[in-house]
């Protein structure tokens, strides 16, 4: 055991140095760990949370919306329904027609026969429908793995933000005390300490500006998982990840949600340009039937086809309406492919350069951290001013704060990447 017996200015120094460098080097590992409050209940695993977020309500929408297309595939199906017809004439009158012994009764059955492919084109459009449904499901899917890995790398971010403050206003009042005591040493000027107090001032505005941030950020992560109970700390980091070195995976646009769907709804409009087309084709009803001649008491078979005459109506306007929107939906399927090229292209070159930031942005807060346990000791040793101190301290927070805004751009490219290639983002997570 080591003791040392210091007096006067060098042990008020002495005492001041070695807190700060206590808060110091615990403000870095609070940091990096980014513990969770007491109490909290904790968001699962990014991972774990994306697969129980099946039940979501946008997904649940999307899965909705499927089964309404699958149900109107399923009655595109069904064949038109037969019409019973019973007539009854001459009856009721006078003379001969008195009562009913001239009474001519006809049961008939009608069945309207679709020609021209109806049918077979309405089923066609009908499955058509299914994978729009299904495209849009997917890419709903890849946009909210996308939102939940950004709200929860916000939330985890803003809870390592509020610790930065934090630990930044500790080192302020480190700073102050230390001023204060050479200042009552007439080693400073009363201005010293009044600049010190000032720093301090504006460091528990950020701490309060900070937990605003962090609560926001939490409640956004609950709501979009229709959470029941309210999250409050992260219980596994996703900001690691973002230290992982790892190769940058390559995207098709072809195979992009956004340009899919644009493909398959193409396709369904296409088959249902082929439907309008059909409909211009007239269908023929026919019908059979039994007479019942009561004057003569006998049977008689009836029957008839009936075919409408299309003389007014050929449907023109609704082919071409379907025509011009199958033109439309060709220019939003090209407009897809250029905007999945684009988004790719960005996408990739920011998670490059997020990537080199992140190991830059490290090594800064390194020396940035070195610097300011250099500055201090020559303050305390009086060979350096306050406001280098003050300085110092300024440039170890920004640095911090762009080595956490890295990591968190690095992880945002990355699952905008992922959400491009329609996979979920940050698969190597446990």
């Given at each position: 055991m080591?003791?040392?017996?210091?007096?006067?200015?060098r042990?008020?120094?002495?005492?001041?140095?070695?807190?700060?460098?206590?808060?110091?080097f615990?403000?870095?590992?609070?940091?990096l760990?980014a513990?969770?409050?007491?109490?909290?209940?904790p968001?699962p695993?990014f991972?774990?949370l994306?697969r129980?977020a099946?039940?979501?309500p946008?997904l649940?929408e999307?899965?909705?919306?499927?089964?309404?297309?699958?149900?109107l595939?399923?009655?595109?199906?069904?064949?038109?329904?037969p019409?019973?017809?019973?007539?009854?004439e001459?009856?009721?009158?006078?003379?001969?027609?008195?009562?009913n012994?001239?009474?001519?009764?006809t049961?008939?059955?009608?069945q309207t026969?679709?020609?021209?492919?109806k049918r077979?084109a309405r089923?066609?459009a009908?499955?058509?429908g299914v994978?729009?449904?299904?495209?849009?499901?997917n890419?709903?899917?890849a946009d909210?793995a996308?939102?939940?890995a950004q709200?929860y790398?916000?939330?985890?971010v803003?809870?390592?933000r509020l610790q930065l403050t934090r630990?930044?206003l500790s080192?302020a009042?480190?700073?102050?005390?230390v001023?204060d005591?050479l200042?009552?040493?007439?080693?400073?000027?009363?201005?010293r300490s009044v600049?010190?107090r000032?720093?301090?001032?504006?460091a528990?505005?950020?701490v309060?500006?900070?937990q605003a941030?962090?609560?926001?950020?939490f409640a956004?992560?609950?709501g979009?998982?229709?959470?029941?109970?309210?999250?409050t700390?992260?219980?596994?980091?996703?900001l690691?990840?973002?230290?992982v070195d790892?190769?940058i995976p390559?995207?098709?646009?072809?195979?992009?949600p956004g340009?899919?769907?644009?493909q398959?709804?193409?396709a369904?409009?296409a088959?249902?340009?082929?439907?309008e087309?059909?409909r211009?084709?007239?269908d023929v009803t026919?019908s059979?039937g039994?007479?019942?001649l009561?004057?003569?008491?006998?049977?008689?078979?009836?029957g008839?086809v009936?075919v409408?005459?299309?003389?007014?109506?050929?449907?023109?306007?609704?082919i071409?309406?379907?025509?011009?929107?199958?033109?439309?939906?060709?220019?939003?399927v090209?407009?897809?492919?250029?905007d999945a090229q684009?988004?790719i292209?960005?996408?990739t070159?920011?998670l490059?350069?997020a990537?080199t930031?992140v190991?830059?942005a490290?090594n800064?807060?390194r020396?940035?951290?070195e610097a300011y346990?250099l500055?201090?000791?020559?303050?305390?040793?009086?060979?350096?001013?306050?406001?280098?101190?003050l300085?110092a301290?300024?440039t170890l927070?920004?640095a911090r704060?762009?080595s956490?805004?890295?990591r968190?751009d690095?992880l945002n490219?990355e699952?905008?990447?992922a959400?491009l290639?329609?996979?979920?983002?940050?698969?190597?997570?446990?």
């Amino acid at each position: 055991m080591i003791s040392l017996n210091l007096r006067g200015d060098r042990a008020l120094r002495f005492a001041a140095a070695s807190s700060a460098v206590a808060h110091l080097f615990i403000g870095v590992g609070t940091s990096l760990l980014a513990p969770s409050p007491a109490h909290a209940d904790p968001a699962p695993a990014f991972q774990d949370l994306l697969r129980s977020a099946e039940a979501s309500p946008r997904l649940r929408e999307a899965q909705a919306t499927v089964g309404q297309a699958e149900g109107l595939a399923r009655q595109s199906r069904a064949w038109l329904n037969p019409t019973v017809n019973v007539e009854v004439e001459n009856f009721g009158g006078k003379g001969p027609y008195r009562g009913n012994q001239s009474a001519e009764t006809t049961a008939s059955v009608e069945q309207t026969i679709e020609l021209g492919g109806k049918r077979r084109a309405r089923i066609a459009a009908a499955d058509a429908g299914v994978e729009v449904s299904r495209a849009r499901a997917n890419q709903v899917k890849a946009d909210f793995a996308f939102d939940l890995a950004q709200a929860y790398t916000d939330a985890e971010v803003a809870d390592v933000r509020l610790q930065l403050t934090r630990d930044s206003l500790s080192l302020a009042e480190d700073d102050a005390r230390v001023a204060d005591a050479l200042v009552k040493a007439g080693k400073e000027a009363d201005l010293r300490s009044v600049q010190a107090r000032s720093v301090v001032e504006a460091a528990r505005a950020d701490v309060d500006e900070a937990q605003a941030a962090r609560t926001a950020a939490f409640a956004r992560l609950t709501g979009l998982v229709d959470s029941p109970v309210p999250f409050t700390s992260i219980s596994v980091s996703l900001l690691d990840h973002a230290d992982v070195d790892e190769p940058i995976p390559s995207a098709d646009p072809l195979n992009s949600p956004g340009y899919l769907f644009a493909q398959a709804e193409r396709a369904e409009i296409a088959r249902r340009v082929r439907v309008e087309q059909t409909r211009s084709s007239p269908d023929v009803t026919v019908s059979m039937g039994v007479r019942r001649l009561a004057a003569d008491d006998t049977n008689a078979f009836v029957g008839g086809v009936s075919v409408p005459f299309p003389v007014f109506d050929r449907n023109r306007g609704n082919i071409s309406a379907a025509q011009s929107e199958l033109a439309a939906a060709d220019e939003r399927v090209n407009i897809a492919r250029l905007d999945a090229q684009a988004d790719i292209q960005s996408a990739t070159g920011r998670l490059h350069a997020a990537v080199t930031r992140v190991k830059s942005a490290q090594n800064s807060e390194r020396t940035a951290l070195e610097a300011y346990r250099l500055t201090r000791v020559g303050y305390e040793a009086g060979k350096l001013p306050l406001s280098e101190v003050l300085s110092a301290r300024r440039t170890l927070t920004d640095a911090r704060n762009q080595s956490l805004k890295a990591r968190q751009d690095r992880l945002n490219a990355e699952a905008e990447l992922a959400r491009l290639r329609g996979v979920a983002p940050f698969g190597d997570q446990s």
